[in-house]
């Protein structure tokens, strides 16, 4: 690559940047949910963790060495992570759970992605792996603020990284996608920016179907209605005995 071509990284999220901001508006929306209730942090793990295991077990049925130069660390498997907070949060029979329409409709685009174009599927390593570095680590660490019970605090396994240099492994994931990329014809590229947009068009259809919040609103606005009644029964006794 000349040292003025651009990364392919660079023209991806540029590419995506418009249906990335909506996305992560609305995952930033539903989930913020989470952090007073764990419904909705449990409804995301359960939906992402079909598109997570699906990548990651496609990775043993394919024998594509561009799709294995994307996991540059081992620590980026988190299959197992997702079944243990799932374990916890949903119980021991979580994998009976129903899915959604919109999440049947993502598995089965990916499953076709295999069949017909497994090449393609190296968008969605891509966004879900780093959104989980970044977006995924956001989310987490206001969990922790917001969690202030005595118990003891239940860390959740698909967001630790713990002992590894987060910022580092973003660096080495963008380089093998450039140099994955360095080897494409310009068809592929395009084709794998034009999924890229997918990868987001579809998160947010299954983020969508995500259950819980409104209950959660509900409380809140139950409890923020209880608390006014209370001030305003206080300032009406005040005038009248005033």
């Known amino acids: 690559m000349s040292d003025n071509e651009e990364l392919f990284t660079t023209r991806m999220r540029k590419a995506t940047r418009k249906i990335h901001s909506v996305s992560d508006a609305l995952i930033n929306a539903k989930f913020a949910f989470s952090l007073r209730d764990e419904t909705v942090w449990s409804g995301g793990l359960f939906i992402f963790y079909h598109i997570f295991a699906f990548l990651e077990d496609a990775k043993n049925r394919l024998n594509m060495p561009d799709f294995d130069k994307l996991f540059v660390n081992k620590i980026l498997f988190r299959k197992q992570a997702f079944e243990e907070d799932l374990c916890h949060y949903l119980g021991a029979n979580w994998q009976a759970l129903p899915k959604s ?141 005033k």
């Open 101 to 241: 329409n919109a999440l049947e409709n993502y598995l089965e685009h990916l499953q076709n992605l295999e069949r017909e174009n497994p090449q393609l599927l190296m968008a969605y390593v891509y966004h879900l792996y780093l959104g989980l570095l970044s977006g995924g680590q956001i989310l987490a660490k206001k969990r922790n603020v917001f969690d202030n019970h005595d118990q003891v605090k239940y860390i959740d396994k698909v967001t630790d990284f713990t002992g590894v240099d987060i910022p580092q492994l973003k660096k080495d994931f963008r380089q093998a996608m450039n140099e994955i990329a360095s080897k494409m014809s310009e068809d592929e590229k395009q084709a794998l920016i034009e999924e890229s947009n997918q990868v987001f068009l579809m998160n947010n259809l299954i983020v969508n179907s995500v259950g819980g919040q409104n209950q959660v609103l509900c409380n809140m606005l139950y409890k923020t209605s209880a608390v006014l009644l209370v001030v305003a029964g206080v300032v009406l006794a005040y005038r009248w005995y």
